[in-house]
């Protein structure tokens, strides 16, 4: 399922029109967003969670040369599926 399919299930799902949808989508995957940034953890109740890790620093091979590289520690995204989600 991509983005526009998504915006059609809420869309049918909900009653409310397709821009609506699209509307109410963007500000969802805006709100998490932000919260992510802030460093916050976002917690849909019986969906999942999402929250912010961070991946060490490492070495890690240039795939050419076979040189040892250093890659740097980051940040990245974490989900975490809610019991709800089992399949």
């Known amino acids: ?11 049918s799902k909900s009653g409310l029109t ?3 949808s699209k509307k109410a989508y963007e500000a969802l995957v805006s709100a998490i967003i932000e919260e ?5 953890k976002v917690a849909l109740l019986g969906f999942g969670s999402f929250s912010v890790g ?3 620093e490492r070495t890690g091979r240039n ?6 590289i250093k890659i740097p520690a980051k ?9 709800d989600l089992a399949l």
């Open 1 to 11: 399922m991509n983005k526009t399919q998504l915006i059609d299930a809420i869309a």
């Open 18 to 20: 397709k821009v609506d």
């Open 36 to 40: 992510l940034k802030k460093g916050e």
């Open 54 to 56: 961070i991946r060490s």
């Open 63 to 68: 795939p050419q040369s076979g040189a040892p």
């Open 75 to 83: 940040k990245t995204v974490k989900f975490k599926a809610g019991a």
